[in-house]
């Protein structure tokens, strides 16, 4: 967890600090996107080749070396000299964290229990839900303390105690991978890595890059992405004809469950990241918050959601996919009603008046990320759950870029013919997030209804009460039944 506060945190800590840049380090618009945008594009290149190589040669080794890349990484992007230096350490920040957190997902799977896997990750959910959304401010505050020129440096450097701390403890808490004898003999399949790798810088790359201007980005690559995406399938259906171990095995995506969670997962990250976005260009530019108050008026997002995440991840063997349903719900009224609230009224009170449904929303956020995480790996066998998480969190990753440049487009285009009525933009802007709440929802309820009917047929991860983490749950898919050994 001391690892995921770091990949979380860079998430988000980078929006607040954007003036910083431009200030302290003389950063031009591109510069600024490149920053942001490197990230999200580096870190979604490294997830599944991640998850492979701690799968396949020790989640243990593989922590340690994204340990060491990402506090590398942070102490050249805090003493970066100029803007082409700090892009290139934040694309090795992201490629340090892509490597991490599939090991995260992956070493909850094999240190815990079925029966206490839940609550393990709800534990990672609130880590993941409080860290990202108490980014905003945690940079703010230390802008505020290090001063517009060089408070930018201190929110890469404080990464470094969680880096060091981490190091420290990971060879004596995390266990060792098993002797090299008795290791399976399984192939890293390169080529897969290398074409699934290009598929999705392809489609990425425009997207994360439109966030600021998406008439220059570059959307032929989308089409490129796509059609390398095709041929990786291609290459992976003949490595497995020829005996080997493909990237992504068939298994995996034959799965009912994992395949509808991670679509699900998709569609709701799509909305739900884009919040930070246009809330903290609201807060900053449209109501005139410092850096610390623009952090401070979305904590109670923070703090609903990290509850409600540590309570899921316990809860959600007792009720299944259910819960993640009715996590889309709380959300969604979250979100209806800061929307109206911003559409009435817009003024310096605004973020007070927001706090609650903000609250409520965080409330809904936790009820559906870390539940659904839980159910969608619950079916993946404990040997490929490094993998499986690196394939769900690209899948999200996709998701939250598309999110952002959608609602970012939207909010600026409103934005610009409303006259710089900024509580209309974010308004126009909270709709398309509610949109993506609302089609998540639509998702989890066909599944729940799907389930319920053929429950007197097949029981499953979404409707099996406490079976569905203690590996009495079946998924209806080609493979039987749910794995009971140490998962994710």
């Known amino acids: 967890m001391l690892a995921g506060v770091m990949i979380f945190v860079d998430v988000s800590i980078v929006n607040v600090a954007l003036p910083s840049f431009t200030t ?5 618009p591109a510069d600024l996107s490149w920053i942001v945008a490197g990230y999200t594009l580096t ?8 998850g492979r190589l701690g799968d396949q040669r020790g989640r243990r080794r593989m922590v340690i070396v994204g340990l060491v890349l ?39 799977q094999q240190m815990f229990p079925s029966s206490e896997r839940g609550t393990a990750f709800g534990v990672f959910g609130a880590v993941n839900a409080s860290s990202t959304a108490l980014g905003p401010l945690l940079g703010g505050l230390l802008i505020q303390l290090g001063g517009p020129q060089e408070g930018w440096r201190w929110v890469f ?66 089409a490129l ?52 976005f246009v809330l903290t260009v609201y807060f900053q530019q449209g109501l005139g918050y410092s850096a610390l108050f623009a952090g401070l008026a979305t904590t109670p997002y923070a703090i609903g959601s990290a509850v409600a995440a540590a309570w899921g991840g316990r809860v959600v063997g007792r009720f299944g996919r259910p819960l993640v349903v009715v996590g889309t719900v709380v959300m969604a009224l979250g979100i209806g009603a800061t929307l109206l609230i911003v559409a009435l009224r817009s003024d310096p009170s605004t973020g ?22 839980a159910l969608t790996l619950s079916a993946v066998p ?58 998540a929802f639509a998702l989890g309820l066909a599944d729940v209804l799907r389930r319920r009917r053929g429950r007197s047929a097949t029981p499953s991860i ?27």
Request: glycine residues 14%.
């Open 24 to 28: 302290g380090l003389g950063a031009g």
């Open 225 to 276: 992405g796509l059609a390398v995406g095709a041929g990786f399938v291609v290459w992976e259906r003949a490595y497995a004809r020829r005996g080997k171990d493909p990237l992504v095995t068939g298994r995996v995506l034959r799965s009912s469950g994992y395949v509808l969670g991670t679509s699900l997962g998709a569609l709701y990250m799509a909305g739900s990241t884009a919040i930070f």
């Open 70 to 108: 990402f506090a590398l990484a942070s102490l050249a992007a805090g003493l970066a000299p100029s803007p082409l230096w700090l892009v290139v350490a934040r694309l090795v920040q992201g490629l340090a964290g892509g490597l991490l957190n599939p090991q995260l997902l992956g070493l909850i």
């Open 382 to 439: 404990t040997e490929q759950g490094g993998t499986a998480g690196g394939m769900q969190q690209t899948a999200q990753r996709i998701g939250s870029s598309l999110g952002i440049a959608v609602v970012a487009t939207v909010f600026f285009t409103v934005l610009a013919s409303s006259g710089q009525q900024f509580g209309t933009a974010l308004a126009a802007g909270l709709l398309v997030v509610l949109l993506c709440v609302l089609a």
């Open 352 to 373: 007070l008046l927001t706090a609650l449904p903000l609250f409520v929303s965080g409330i809904g956020s936790g009820l559906v990320i870390t539940p659904n995480q």
């Open 157 to 222: 450097l404080v990464n470094l105690p969680f880096a060091l701390l981490a190091l420290l403890l990971a060879p004596r808490l995390l266990p060792a991978p098993p002797p090299r004898s008795t290791r399976t003999r399984t192939s890293l399949d390169p080529v897969g890595a290398v074409l699934l790798g290009l598929a999705v810088v392809g489609v990425l790359l425009p997207v994360v890059l439109a966030e600021r201007d998406p008439a220059s980005a570059p959307w032929w690559t989308a």
């Open 462 to 488: 979404g409707d099996v009460g406490t079976g569905v983490l203690s590996g009495t749950g079946t998924d209806p898919g080609p493979h039987a039944s749910v794995p009971g050994h140490p998962h994710h």
């Open 43 to 50: 870190f979604g290149l490294a997830l599944v080749p991640g």
